[in-house]
């Protein structure tokens, strides 16, 4: 945003707005008719959001669209939310101001990186119809709403209003509006369909906002409803300073013209993530510059040799300088549950799995990747898969072949898991869609349009890593599939046909119907175990039966293990088998003796989760003969959950950030000789691993 | 040995097949059918009957999958239904065996193949004849011309005799489904030998010229792979009335098997073999040979062609050097021809010309 910003803050003053739009409508998003509109929902769409976040409302979000002349191509577009609402006179300022007061130290995961936000379709209606946008807002503690007709005035270059005043905002059903606001805009657009149309992008936003509930009104009047599925905002991000590993000379540069800071100390300090007083220590000494400098006398030379030594380039005692990696509370990820439940709501299909790996940090920024696979159902089986790319929550539609996160899926084999792909490279086919998220402080793109992520070794390995995973959680999926369907099988032949045959030959021969028990050891000869986990509507709990049957001649010993979402908060309820916790997320049950013929019962139930929250249980087992139905327990998957657990455990550990030092210590130049702690090793947790991963079936 | 039973027969022998079931139950064991393998691998010449007839490999039907199980209870089902039209004095076609299986719940057929299919196992196992089930098939029976004179009795149980020249239309006689002494009875000819001929259009170029008079021969209309009746009455006139076969078929690999099927035995009714082939029957054409030297119209080989000829060459039926040559003849000219491509030389050509010369081959002109 800020590069555009400051474009366009320069370019102010030499040329006309349009021609500025001209110029630059490439990365506006305003290049074609089609994506014109597209970009103009998105703005809307994304300050709607934006609002209802910061205000913590559930956002209610209705777009409607409809074509006002359909051979001039003019479309109307009405965007309205339940949001704070904006007071009156800041309307204006959010509709018409074409400067932003940038934050530039404050670094945050944010949607707004796109274009120049919702003042760029102003000036683009203005431009295309000579209309101006129609904004109505109403703030909870007003009785009435505002309204105001925001234009440009081109030969100015200054926002106009027009038409302003107040009125009752009545709701459709009669009832007045308690807050929120609606933009009605006429601009020169196409209404399309398909892969790049306003409902793709509304689809994939309500897929990565399942706090959402999202109408669409197309222009043929059908309604397009993404309902709600979480009562859960997201979380609220923390802003961080840069950290040095991030920053760039022209930064740095504005950083120090900028600084109110006393001295170099307290500048590396007080603006810096990652820098303790060692590393301030270091710092200054690497760069060969006095801590206690002030800093106006900082220039030129002194600023790139500040910033070589951030690099490593300058070192201390013949190393780079460490330095403690950026907290990771600033980012927000979506979580695996409730992306499971925006693709669940949005695709039809038999198999959803996600994964939202833990944070990791690449030059100086933080960013974690999440993954959701969705497989089966009615979706194609001879197409490329569906790619669902996201940036910060943000939708990319564009440039789909160039981005990173789109590398990111070919990089891998998927025939492994059970997917098509020539070669082994390049987007597999098969009836699944992949959803790539990339939440960073810091999304770097291959250009101005912002539709493509630029290649970054680090996130396509933690890309690759996450889909890697998945892959195998499908493959697992599929192959768990075809074995129940064998079992099925197997308990047709027994229950029904093979009495059948026993009835049948027995009327023939006119003889007594012979015992079964026999025959059928002989068929089946296996343990098998049948699992269901279902949501009981009464109860409100998942519940989910594990039912084991020896089908053997002998008595049969195991402990039966299943997997639960402990981490999401689940409890086990009427579980009177007992048992044991063997891990997080693992729950055990010995069982001694399972005797020939016998069926043997372990019911439990899930409570505090929602419907659909967990729909699959993996059921493993340790003993020497096979469980049809169950996994045999490896006990490196038991070590990586633990593993897993650790760094959870680890992160709930506030980091020892920078140490605060007195004042008269800044003042001396002793202060650098101040034996201060070493902290190298990041208490935020480590980059390496995931989450967890279980599949589940729809 | 390929005989009717009477009911009582045809009823222990089903119950035999029951019972292997039954006993498997009681021991214990998962139940089964067990049934020659049914395939080119498994038939082999019988020197007594001089014919093929099915080998010693076994295959054995269990219930531990699914499909078979669902097998053995669809012949269970047929046993029962057999056992009531034994009991009822009724007869059913295959295809009404196939709607009735819809009652059978799990026992029902998946699809109309399965029932002929497993009437055939039935049969094999049996040993009994699809005649002594009171199953009767759907498959058309042939069309017959020439100086021969039979008895059939009728369905109101009457004899009527029939010349095959005088007493029939231009289509011919047809030949019922049942073809044994109780219906059919073959009473005189003045005949020097029967012609089997493939195609419809053949047949009636035959008749129209009046073939059948001047070269004393008895005309028979295959349509395509001859149905069981077909071959069977071929089998009783060559064996009754010591009647020479000629066959006359498509110059292909499928006619090759046509062939087969009547002089050897077809390899899914290699259990009655003797019952139905006849031996002595000649391949008249059309040869691979006669497609070069009648320079006859011909086609490319399909691929699907190329695979019957290749499987032809293992097949112990076409053993013999003059198979062998065929085929192998056939696969490098790549070429196959239809009997009416003899059109090529006029309507009269295969009366004229070309019959005559290949039967002065066999000596039978």
Not at chain 1, 233 to 248: A, D, F, M, R
């Amino acid at each position: 945003m800020t590069g555009i910003a400051q474009k366009l803050a320069s370019n102010q003053k030499q040329v006309a707005i349009s021609e500025f739009f001209e110029k630059n409508k490439h990365f506006l998003g305003f290049d074609s008719l089609a994506r014109s509109l597209i970009t103009a929902v998105k703005e809307a769409v994304d300050n709607a959001l934006d609002a209802c976040e910061e205000a913590r409302i559930l956002p209610t979000i209705r777009i409607q669209i409809t074509k006002v002349d359909a051979n001039k191509d003019i479309i109307r577009m009405v965007v309205e939310d339940n949001g704070p609402g904006i007071p009156q006179k800041s309307i204006e300022k959010v509709f018409g101001q074409l400067l932003f007061g940038s934050r530039f130290h404050a670094i945050r995961q944010s949607r707004g990186q796109q274009g120049i936000g919702i003042t760029g379709v102003v000036m683009y209606c203005q431009l295309t119809t000579g209309r101006a946008t129609h904004v109505r807002s109403k703030i909870a503690t007003e009785p009435t709403a505002a309204f105001v007709d925001i234009g440009l005035d081109t030969r100015k270059n200054k926002a106009t209003k027009a038409n302003a005043g107040r009125e009752i905002w009545y709701n459709e059903d009669g009832s007045g509006k308690e807050h929120g606001t609606e933009v009605t805009a006429e601009m020169k657009a196409k209404y399309q369909k398909g892969r790049q149309s306003v409902w793709q992008y509304l689809r994939m936003t309500s897929i990565v906002n399942p706090h959402a509930e999202i109408i669409f009104i197309d222009p043929d009047g059908e309604k397009h409803h993404w309902t709600r599925v979480t009562e859960r905002l997201p979380t609220k991000v923390e802003s961080i300073k840069p950290h040095p590993h991030g920053i760039e000379l022209g930064q740095l540069q504005r950083m120090v013209a900028e600084s109110n800071d006393l001295n170099v100390n307290h500048f590396l300090l007080n603006n810096f993530s990652g820098v303790t007083n060692r590393a301030r220590k270091e710092l200054c000494e690497a760069a060969d510059i006095a801590g206690t400098r002030k800093m106006k006398t900082v220039k030129g030379d002194d600023i790139r040799h500040l910033l070589e030594a951030f690099q490593g380039e300058r070192v201390f005692n013949g190393m780079p300088v460490k330095l403690l990696k950026p907290p990771t509370n600033c980012l927000s990820p979506i979580e695996e549950l409730l992306i499971k439940k925006g693709l669940s709501k949005t695709i039809d299909s038999r198999f959803v799995s996600t994964l939202t790996r833990v944070p990791s940090v690449t030059q100086g920024n933080p960013f974690q990747i999440e993954v959701g696979l969705i497989f089966g159902g009615d979706m194609a089986g001879d197409k490329p898969v569906e790619i669902l790319r996201f940036a910060n929550r943000v939708p990319l539609m564009y440039q789909q072949g160039g981005c990173l996160l789109t590398k990111a899926i070919e990089s891998v084999d998927w025939r492994q898991y059970g997917l098509d792909q020539a070669g082994g490279r390049g987007v597999p086919k098969g009836p699944a869609a992949v959803l790539v998220h990339l939440a960073s402080t810091n999304v770097q793109f291959t250009s101005e349009a912002k539709e493509a992520l630029a290649d970054n070794a680090e996130v396509m390995e933690e890309g690759r890593k996450a889909m890697l995973e998945m892959g195998r959680g499908l493959r697992k999926h599929l192959e768990k599939k075809k074995k129940m369907a064998k079992t099925k099988e197997k308990f047709e032949l027994i229950n029904d046909i093979l009495p059948a045959i026993a009835k049948k030959s027995a009327e023939i021969l006119d003889r007594p119907v012979p015992e079964l028990s026999g025959s059928i050891t002989k068929i089946m000869s296996a343990v098998i175990s049948e699992t269901t986990t279902e949501w009981n509507k009464q109860t409100k709990q998942t519940d989910v039966e594990i039912i084991l049957f020896n089908y053997t001649s002998r008595v049969r010993a195991y402990t039966i293990l299943a997997t639960w979402p402990e981490k999401s908060g689940a409890k086990i309820e009427n579980n009177e088998n007992g048992g044991r916790k063997e891990a997080l997320g693992v729950w055990a049950w010995k069982l001694e003796s399972l005797q020939p013929g016998e069926k043997k019962i372990i019911a439990y139930s899930l409570s505090g989760l929602e419907r659909g929250d967990w729909t699959e249980t993996e059921v493993l087992f340790r003993g020497s003969q096979d469980v049809i139905g169950a996994t045999k327990m490896d006990e490196k998957f038991l070590q990586e959950i633990r593993r897993q657990e650790q760094i959870l455990d680890e992160s709930g550990i506030d980091s020892p950030d920078t140490e605060s030092m007195s004042e008269s210590e800044m003042e001396s130049e002793q202060v650098s000789e101040t034996p201060v702690e070493e902290t190298v090793e990041p208490a935020v947790a480590p980059p390496e691993g995931q989450r967890t991963l279980f599949g589940g079936e729809v | 040995m390929a005989r009717t039973h009477t009911a009582e027969e045809t009823k222990t022998a089903m119950h035999k097949v029951v019972a292997e079931m039954y006993d498997r139950i009681i021991k214990g064991e998962p139940p089964t059918m067990t049934l020659p393998v049914r395939t080119k691998t498994n038939i082999g010449f019988d020197k007594k009957l001089g014919v093929y007839k099915y080998g010693k490999k076994q295959s054995v039907r269990d219930a531990t999958s699914l499909g078979s199980a669902k097998q053995l209870l669809r012949t269970l089902h047929v046993v029962e239904f057999i056992e009531e039209m034994l009991d009822a004095g009724k007869s059913s076609t295959l295809r009404e065996m196939y709607y009735i299986s819809e009652g059978w719940g799990m026992g029902k057929f998946g699809s109309q193949n399965d029932s002929n299919n497993l009437a055939e196992d039935l049969e094999i196992v049996t040993k009994c004849l699809r005649e002594d089930f009171k199953l009767r098939p759907e498959e058309d029976g042939a069309r017959m011309i020439g100086n021969l004179t039979l008895r059939e009795r009728n369905r109101r149980g009457e004899w009527m005799r029939i010349n095959a020249r005088d007493d029939v239309g231009d289509s011919g006689y047809g030949v019922p489904y049942n073809v044994e002494l109780e219906k059919i009875e073959l009473l005189e000819h003045d005949i020097d030998f029967i012609m089997a001929i493939e195609t419809g259009g053949m047949f009636d170029r035959l008749i129209e010229n009046g073939f059948d008079e001047q070269y004393r021969c008895g005309l028979l209309h295959l349509k395509g792979q001859p149905a069981r009746s077909t071959r069977r009455i071929m089998k009783r006139m060559s064996e009754e009335w010591d009647l020479p076969v000629v066959v006359f078929l498509d110059g292909d690999p499928w006619s090759f098997r046509i062939f087969a099927s009547i002089a050897y035995g077809a390899i899914k009714t290699a259990h009655i073999s003797e019952y139905l082939a006849t031996p002595s029957a000649t391949y008249l054409g059309i040869t691979a040979d006669d497609i070069v030297a009648y320079e006859l119209p011909s086609d490319d080989l399909s691929k699907k062609d190329v695979e019957a000829l290749n499987a032809e060459l293992t097949d112990p039926r076409f053993a013999d050097s003059w198979w062998q040559e065929q085929i192998n003849m056939m696969l490098e000219l790549g070429k196959k021809a239809e009997q009416q491509s003899l059109a090529k030389y006029g309507l009269d050509f295969v009366t004229e010309t070309y019959l005559p010369e290949k039967l002065a081959e066999l000596g039978l002109a």
